[in-house]
Nanobody, 123 residues
Framework: QVQLVESGGGLVQAGGSLRLSCAASGRTFSSYSMGWFRQAPGKESEFVAAISRSGGGTYDAESVKGRCTISRDNDKNTVYLQMNSLKPEDTAVYYC????????????????WGQGTQVTVSS
C-alpha cells in the first residue's frame, strides 16, 4: 500500500482559503486514484473530492462544488485540495486516500489513508 502524509491544514477565517497537500511514498503513485474525505466531530466521514490516476477526471461533493479543486502532480507524488470561500461547516479533519481503481465517493473503497490534517474555519 502507498503511504500518505497530509499537510496544509490550519485555522482560517470564513471566506478564506487553504491548500492541502498529500505526499505519497513509493514509485507507483500514478497507478492510484486519489481522494479527500473529511470528518467533523460527532459526524460520519464525508466524501470531498476524488481524482483519476492521470488527473483527467475529477469529482466533487455537492457541499464543496465550486469552492474546492482537487489536482495532482504525478512527478511529485502529490495530490492537492485547494479550498476557497471556506465556511465554518468545512471545519473537520481532512484525510487523503488512495485506491487502485477508478475514483469512488465511498470511503470503504479506499485502502490507504493518511493521518489527517485539521482544518478549522472561524466565523
Amino acid at each position: 500500500q502507498v503511504q500518505l502524509v497530509e499537510s496544509g491544514g490550519g485555522l482560517v477565517q470564513a471566506g478564506g482559503s487553504l491548500r492541502l497537500s498529500c505526499a505519497a511514498s513509493g514509485r507507483t503513485f500514478s497507478s492510484y486514484s486519489m481522494g479527500w474525505f473529511r470528518q467533523a466531530p460527532g459526524k460520519e466521514s464525508e466524501f470531498v473530492a476524488a481524482i483519476s490516476r492521470s488527473g483527467g477526471g475529477t469529482y466533487d461533493a455537492e457541499s464543496v462544488k465550486g469552492r474546492c479543486t482537487i489536482s495532482r502532480d504525478n512527478d511529485k507524488n502529490t495530490v492537492y485540495l485547494q479550498m476557497n470561500s471556506l465556511k465554518p461547516e468545512d471545519t473537520a479533519v481532512y484525510y487523503c486516500t488512495a485506491r487502485q481503481g477508478a475514483p469512488d465517493s465511498r470511503s470503504i473503497e479506499y485502502a490507504s489513508w493518511g493521518q489527517g490534517t485539521q482544518v478549522t474555519v472561524s466565523s
